[in-house]
T-cell receptor, first 114, second 115 residues
């Protein structure tokens, strides 16, 4: 069965600092990987997705993630944090075995301090 | 283009009652998926509908059901509500059945509180 682990339920960074949110997955078949962001009282917004093309994926708002098969990781990064990046971030995996339903990690709450 | 809309946005029910939530997908999208979000269990997949047929189902009891209409709008129903059903219910739509690469676009959710 597939699974997603997000290391760190809370991450705090200073404005302008590097953002690194960690995601590890397990899947017995080639996975599709996603990062979503959720702002308070809102639904999920797609940041980026990996669909077996380029391993370095660029998304919206300056975020990017690198698919590393050998490490089964898909960490999310942003060079310089903005106050508006404060939100909940979810990593998700889907594959053929699950009928391509999204299987989400527990989420990481990002706090950006001035 | 309008996004995914869900109604109502907030709902309060009592134990034992039943509830119906509605989701209108993005125009042209034919696949609708439902997810439950709770603080304890996180985001969990409920089911997916495409062309009025349930295509995939998560691990939820039979009290949770859904349907899709010919215009792709979807409803989910929860019967005999329990306190643990209190959650944010999210609907997501995509152009075609989830095939991995297709992006699912989420609505704002319906916040259900069971008293």
């Amino acid at each position: 069965a597939q699974s997603v682990t997000q290391l760190g339920s809370h991450v705090s960074v200073s404005e302008g600092a590097l953002v690194l949110l960690r995601c590890n997955y397990s899947s017995s078949v080639p996975p599709y990987l996603f990062w979503y962001v959720q702002y308070p009282n809102q639904g999920l917004q797609l940041l980026l997705k990996y669909t077996s093309a380029a391993t370095l994926v660029k998304g919206i708002n300056g975020f990017e993630a690198e698919f590393k098969k050998s490490e089964t990781s898909f960490h999310l990064t942003k060079p310089s944090a903005h106050m508006s990046d404060a939100a909940e971030y979810f990593c998700a995996v889907s594959d053929a075995n699950s009928g391509y339903a999204l299987n989400f990690g527990k989420g990481t709450s990002l706090l950006v301090t001035p | 283009k309008a996004g995914v809309t869900q109604t109502p946005r907030y709902l309060i029910k009592t134990r034992g009652q039943q509830v119906t939530l509605s989701c209108s997908p993005i125009s042209g999208h034919r696949s609708v998926s439902w997810y439950q979000q709770t603080p304890g269990q996180g985001l969990q997949f409920l089911f997916e509908y495409f062309s009025e047929t349930q295509r995939n189902k998560g691990n939820f009891p039979g009290r949770f059901s859904g349907r899709q209409f010919s215009n792709s709008r979807s409803e989910m129903n929860v019967s005999t509500l329990e306190l643990g059903d209190s959650a944010l219910y999210l609907c997501a739509s995509s152009l075609a059945p989830s095939g991995g690469a297709d992006t699912q676009y989420f609505g704002p959710g319906t916040r259900l509180t069971v008293l």
